[in-house]
């Protein structure tokens, strides 16, 4: 579905009033944050935003040139994918986040890496190619549709996820079709292939099957041998379908300290402890935006990308969305990485405030 964002702190330093306002949050350690070039006092007020608000936010964790500069969890109500009813939970650190969207974006990177081994096809592939089995539904443009169409969500097919869950919402579709593939292309076309972004999860599914037919093993093995053994992340978990295929679009759980790791692979161009787990290529390639969304942002190899203020001019940034308020924003020329979990599903105006929330965060640099 389209994404509609105990206190430890690890890096502020803080004086005067703010020094005396941090006794009232427990499980507060002021150490080292303004040698992050953070201003305090405003980290601090984004801090406490995110500790006593009254939006249901989970998780926080900012890292600053390859530093940690705050790590913060509170308890809140969530639903995991499969879950009927809310619950209350008790987040900390060990605990794992339903990453919902953000998973497209890791899918993206999976196929970056796959990419360069040569084991998937060229951007420039068309997709009705590479599925024999589809070969009725070459017609009405659809045959125009190519790999970079999937990855930046410019595919023509009339998809819309913007409405409540259930049968009308496409996504759901892709829980339980046998043909994840022929459910996607079987969507007429509302327009030219290549022309307008429309976001479609379907895309990230039709992907994640070539992918795994190019690489020969499943998703969720190709991500833990490539992706996340290198960058050290062990505890995690790929939520499945109905008929056991990864949910390459929706089913990544995660701990947000982890996904923060992802976010400094973005800021050093997919190295990680002297290898290249990703192509700087790629990187690069992902960072960028390729089309306008229609809202004011931008978009491009299933990542997100827009504009925040900090140090008296705008800086961009490269972000993965979930819904819910699950966010990994990733600020190139600030050296900056932000990450937020919350329970706000399906929540536009609960999505808003953890957007503001990370531009109090950005705001709050200094130098």
């Keep these: 579905m389209r994404p509609v964002l105990t206190f430890t702190l690890a890096g502020l330093s803080l004086c005067g009033a703010a020094t005396a306002a941090a006794a009232t949050i427990a499980g507060c350690d002021t150490a080292h944050g303004a040698a992050n070039g953070f201003d305090p006092g405003r980290l601090y007020a984004a801090l406490s935003a995110f500790q006593s608000g009254s939006a249901n936010l989970h998780g926080l964790v900012i890292e600053r040139r390859g530093a ?18 809310s619950h209350t939970v008790d ?26 081994e040569r084991k998937v096809p060229p951007l420039d592939a068309r997709v009705l190619d590479l599925l024999p089995d589809l070969a009725d539904l070459v017609k009405e443009g659809r045959q125009d549709i190519t790999i970079g169409h999937l990855l930046d969500m410019t595919s023509g097919l009339a998809w819309d996820e913007s409405g409540p869950y259930g049968v009308r919402n496409p996504e759901f579709g892709l829980y339980w079709r046998a043909s994840q593939a022929r459910y996607v292309f079987k969507r007429p076309m509302a327009g030219p292939a290549g022309q307008r972004f429309n976001y479609n999860g379907g895309g990230t599914a039709v992907l994640a099957g070539l992918l795994e037919k190019g690489v020969g093993m499943p998703l969720t093995d190709y991500a833990r041998e ?40 973005m800021l050093q161009r997919g190295r990680w402890n002297g290898t290249q787990v990703v192509p700087a290529d790629w990187i690069d390639a992902s960072l960028r935006p390729h089309v306008d969304t229609g809202d004011g942002l931008q978009y491009g190899y299933q990542w997100w990308h827009g504009k925040t203020r900090a140090l008296g001019r705008e800086q961009a940034w490269t972000a993965a969305f979930g819904n819910g308020g699950e966010r990994l924003f990733v600020v190139p020329s600030l050296g900056l990485v932000v990450v937020v979990t919350a329970g706000m599903y399906n929540d536009a105006a609960g999505a808003g405030r953890v957007n503001s929330l990370f531009d109090q965060i950005a705001a709050a640099v200094e130098k």
Aim: glycine fraction near 8%.
């Design 68 to 85: 940690s500069v705050a790590e913060c969890y509170r308890s809140g109500k969530d639903k995991p994918v499969y879950a009927i009813l």
């Design 226 to 265: 490539r992706l996340f053994a290198p960058l050290g992340i062990t505890d995690w978990e790929w939520l499945t379908d109905l008929r056991g295929r990864p949910l390459a679009f929706a089913g990544l759980r995660m701990r947000p300290r982890d996904l923060a790791r992802i976010g400094q692979l």
């Design 91 to 116: 987040f900390d650190a060990a605990t794992r986040h339903d990453l919902r969207s953000v998973s497209k974006s890791v899918t993206g990177l999976l196929w970056g890496i796959a990419l360069a």
